[in-house]
């Protein structure tokens, strides 16, 4: 949250402010995914960017109801043209 509110490239952030509709794999019900960051911000060629990201222990990647989450955020970012990365320890250390 540091690195967000220092970086001069990113203009807006803000943390677990969207929901994203999911059927989990556990009841087979709609439940909401709130994704732990959304900010804007410019890339190294200048342009603006909308980006949805996840941060979670990488052994969590393979975890089904996971897998239903980020497949419902993928289809809310690509309808939006965001990115949406997952991130964990390996990508962030």
Same mark, same amino acid.
């Given at each position: 949250?540091?690195?967000?509110?220092?970086s001069?490239? %990113?203009? /807006?952030?803000?943390? &677990?402010e969207?929901?994203?509709?999911? @059927?989990?794999?556990?009841?087979?019900? #709609?439940?909401?995914?709130?994704?732990?960051?959304? %900010?804007? /911000?410019?890339?190294? &060629?200048?342009?603006f960017?909308?980006? @949805?990201?996840?941060?979670?222990?990488? #052994?969590?990647?393979?975890?089904?109801?996971?897998?239903?989450?980020?497949?419902?955020? &993928?289809?809310?970012?690509?309808?939006?043209?965001?990115?949406?990365?997952?991130?964990?320890?390996?990508?962030?250390?």
């Open positions: 949250m540091l690195y967000c509110d220092r001069p490239q %990113i203009s /807006y952030w803000s943390s &677990e969207i929901h994203i509709p999911y @059927v989990s794999p556990k009841d087979d019900k #709609y439940h909401n995914y709130y994704p732990d960051f959304y %900010i804007e /911000y410019t890339d190294k &060629e200048g342009e960017r909308q980006a @949805v990201i996840e941060i979670k222990p990488h #052994y969590q990647r393979t975890y089904k109801v996971n897998k239903a989450k980020w497949a419902a955020c &993928e289809a809310y970012c690509s309808e939006r043209l965001f990115d949406f990365h997952i991130l964990t320890e390996k990508e962030l250390f």
